[in-house]
């Protein structure tokens, strides 16, 4: 029994650390509409190996109900250029983009913060200094985004769904 228990505490410990974060967009970086931008998350913690990018916001009048913008991302990738059919979204507050179980989009691995889209022409965020890169068909192209630093906060939103799972699978190892 205490062999169950302290396997079930080291499982927990592991689901807690292993996390999936988006890193930009974020509220401090925005995405320009109708232009490329940069999708990044922290592939090298994440325990899922494919998802599908999804994006949301709140406002019905803007964004109806969630987009899927990519069917099936890799995680290994770290980061996509989303393009520009991609980010054709009226310019607008509250978005977010949501990286998604492939086979049920209401299944929320991560959540970025919510974030803006300007309008057509909006220069990106003064913070970053170095334009980031994507090669899209063999052609590098520049997005002018660079992924911002994860925040405690945005940490802070996926610790309670790992442990939820720890903690469901340590009542099942106990109940056993």
Same mark, same amino acid.
């Given at each position: ?24 967009? =974020? ?29 949301t916001? =709140?406002?019905?009048?803007?964004? =109806? ?44 691995y ?8 300007? &309008?057509?022409g ?11 890169? &994507? ?13 911002a =630093?994860t ?26």
């Amino acid at each position: 029994m205490l062999g169950r228990i302290l396997l079930a505490a080291a499982a927990l410990a592991s689901a807690a650390s292993a996390q999936l974060t988006i890193t930009n967009p =974020s509220a401090d970086s925005w995405w320009v509409a109708q232009s490329a931008n940069t999708l990044a998350w922290t592939c090298n913690t994440s325990p899922y190996q494919t998802y599908t990018v999804v994006l949301t916001n =709140s406002n019905p009048s803007i964004l =109806s109900g969630p987009l899927a913008i990519i069917a099936i991302q890799q995680n290994y990738d770290c980061s996509e250029t989303i393009t520009q059919q991609q980010s054709a979204q009226p310019a607008a507050t509250g978005y977010v983009i949501q990286l998604t179980n492939p086979l049920n989009n209401t299944e929320v691995y991560a959540a970025s913060e919510p974030f803006e889209i300007k &309008a057509l022409g909006s220069a990106y965020p003064a913070s970053s200094s170095a334009a980031a890169s &994507a090669t899209v068909g063999g052609t590098s192209t520049s997005t002018g985004a660079s992924p911002a =630093s994860t925040t405690g906060a945005a940490v802070a939103n996926y610790i309670p769904v790992g442990m939820s799972m720890a903690a469901a699978l340590l009542l099942g190892l106990v109940v056993a």
